[in-house]
């Protein structure tokens, strides 16, 4: 059979380890990333070291040892496990003779190769103009000047930097002003949520743990219209990057509002966690955290707290939250099980998709009360009121009144109490 589809990159991986015990997960990771942006890793090395080497990275000895294994293998690409200096991806260009790229470039490049909507190219633009910005450097982009040599070229190399520097400047608040104005119509559409009293809940977690699958068997299990609402899933790290909001209407009335949004990883760099706020936003709303967990993957732990590290970092951290444990159906444990405020299931399997749905309807009703109401026909506003802000179940127009069964949260309780006739257990 012969093979159409195109040759890879082939990359060779490697990383300094400062004694850190999460090292071999952070490579393993890096292998992930590099395979995420359609390269092949052909080979790996790791120096131990106390401190990393300042102008180059790793040790003299070690760069030659990675030029020739690198070489005998193939690689055209070095990628390195760490954000590096402007100045140690030149040094370690020139020595290895390879394209070298750091985490922080090899993140930037999926995001932009993946991103679809304005939102998500603009935020990607900004993280990007914003990685460069510092790492701007007259010997890169004066080579003209350079080539000259001397010292009568240096001023006119500044004045080129100065000039490069303010146009990546003017270009990132014009894009900052772009992504206002779209984050300013998101944000009426998510205020116009957070005013309807109906619970927000959000899917957080890894990328590739199953958010987008777990979303679409909601969508499925409970919504009566068709599936042209589901969201997009594919065994990729970053497959979503927009949020999708869906409202989920379960059967008994219960219903809530259901975001997906962008997975995460280890040492997303700064700048995208920054530039993708407007894109959290819905996790930081949210009453009710769904931290999807891939209960099949060996590194799940440190999958976890790395997502209760950028939670933090987002201000999310201390919204209550489940944690669900996906793809039992790779683990041979027995599914779906509920432990607290804990769930093992399988995102394809509908039995686990509405014990899931009943574990986040206990927890996001808890305190709500089932109460029979007699509104007077004559007080409209209470009624809408309840529409409004409350899951009307039953409505009777009568001679005597509206008599109305809804579920009304703690804090409008007070406000009907006058109405009551009875509490449903
Ligand atoms: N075996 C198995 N595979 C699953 C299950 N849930 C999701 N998957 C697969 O896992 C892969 C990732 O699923 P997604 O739903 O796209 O994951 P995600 O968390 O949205 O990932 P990102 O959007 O990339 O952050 C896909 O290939 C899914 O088919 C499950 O319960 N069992
Ligand atoms: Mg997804």
Redesign the pocket.
């Known amino acids: 059979m012969i093979d159409n589809r195109p040759k890879k990159t082939k990359a060779f991986i490697a990383g300094v380890n400062l004694n850190d015990p999460n090292f071999d997960y952070y490579m393993t990771e890096l292998a992930d990333l590099t395979e995420a942006n359609n390269m092949e890793v052909v080979g790996r090395a790791e120096q131990k070291a106390e401190n990393i080497v300042a102008g180059t990275y790793f040790g003299v000895g070690k760069i030659n040892q990675i030029k020739s294994m690198a070489q005998g293998l193939k690689a055209k690409v070095l990628v390195l496990n760490d954000e590096l200096s402007p100045v140690q991806i030149r040094n370690l260009e020139k020595m290895t003779k390879l394209r070298v790229i750091d985490r922080t470039e090899l993140i930037l490049e999926i995001f932009a190769s993946r991103a679809r909507t304005k939102q998500a190219k603009l935020q990607v633009a900004l993280a990007r103009l914003q990685y460069e910005l510092p790492r701007l450097h007259p010997s890169e982009n004066n080579l003209d000047q350079q080539r000259g040599g001397g010292m009568s070229n240096r001023g006119a190399g500044e004045t080129k930097l100065e000039l490069n520097r303010r146009t990546i400047g003017k270009q990132i608040s014009a894009i900052k002003k772009e992504l206002k104005a779209v984050a300013s119509q998101e944000e009426i559409k998510a205020s116009r949520r957070n005013q309807s009293r109906i619970p927000k809940v959000a899917l957080v ?1 890894y ?8 979303m679409n068997g909601l969508l499925k299990a409970f919504d009566h219209e068709g599936s042209d609402k589901q969201v997009f ?8 990057l927009d949020t999708s909001v869906r409202k989920i209407d379960i059967d008994n009335n219960k219903g809530f509002i259901l975001s ?1 949004t ?2 995460f990883i280890s040492k997303l760099p700064h700048n995208l966690v920054e530039s993708f706020k407007a894109t959290l936003q819905e996790a930081r709303d949210a009453d009710l955290l769904v931290n ?1 967990v891939d209960s099949s993957d060996p590194n799940m732990i440190q999958m976890v707290r790395t997502t209760q590290k950028v939670l933090n970092e987002i201000s999310a951290g201390n919204i209550p939250m489940i944690t669900a444990y ?5 683990t041979g444990r027995n599914y779906p099980q509920i432990e607290g405020d804990d769930i093992l299931y ?4 509908e039995k686990s998709i509405r014990m899931l749905a009943d574990l986040i309807t206990k927890r996001i009703f808890a305190g709500y009360g089932e109460f029979e109401l007699l509104l007077p026909l004559s007080d409209g506003k209470e009624l809408a009121f309840l529409h409004e802000h409350a899951q009307v179940n039953k409505e009777e127009f009568k001679d005597d009144g509206v008599h109305v069964s809804a579920n009304i949260a703690p804090s409008d309780q007070a406000r009907f109490k006058k109405f009551m006739i009875a509490e449903n257990a």
């Open positions: 977690g990328t590739n743990a199953g958010k987008s699958t777990t899933v594919k065994n990729m790290l970053f497959a979503t997906d962008v997975g999807v996906n793809k039992a159906d790779r399988s995102a394809t399997d």
